[in-house]
């Protein structure tokens, strides 16, 4: 049925805009040890548990919410981290505050000797990569304010990748 609907929009050309409120409301990641998982996004990046799920689930927040990210086993308990050359999530996006607060997060990575695998600045954003201890791809990043997006003559979003200034945005703490 799913394929028929799909099909269905493609050839009827529907027109339709998703209402500009909508938001991501969590991730729920499937991870082979949740100890290890919780070492990394609780104890490393600072999040919060809101609810355990037995010992095969575990929900995690910033600031309260119910859950930003769900961790769980339910089907990846001891296995391996999925190849990289292959289909499904890319990374997790989180997003911080204030360039602030990315750097930070970017002290914590570097006093914990925890590898990064990418720094860019993308004009709208400046973002840290790096992924979780199940190989899951991990964008720590903060938006510039609106006004300083990068637009052409034509007031179309420019957006780039460049290398990030990590002393730079490490001097925000300083």
């Known amino acids: 049925m799913q394929l028929i609907t799909y099909y269905h929009l493609q050839l009827t050309k529907m027109s339709y805009t998703i209402p500009p409120q909508t938001h991501i409301g969590h991730v729920h990641l499937k991870v082979s040890d949740l100890d290890k998982a919780l070492s990394f996004y609780q104890d490393l990046l600072g999040f919060e548990i809101t609810m355990r799920y037995g010992n095969s689930a575990v929900f995690i927040s910033a600031g309260g919410y119910h ?69 899951n791809g991990v964008e720590l990043y903060w938006d510039r304010p609106k006004d300083q997006w990068p637009i052409d003559a034509n007031g179309n979003l420019q957006m780039f990748t460049e290398h990030l200034d990590l002393q730079g945005l490490l001097a925000e703490i300083k």
């Open 67 to 135: 859950h930003h990210i769900g961790l769980n086993t339910w089907f990846s308990k001891n296995a391996p981290p999925t190849p990289q050359h292959s289909t499904g999530l890319f990374h997790t996006a989180i997003v911080y505050p204030t360039r602030k607060d990315l750097a930070i997060a970017l002290k914590r990575l570097i006093d914990a000797k925890y590898p990064l695998t990418g720094a860019s600045d993308h004009g709208v954003s400046e973002a840290i990569y790096l992924d979780d201890p199940d190989g």
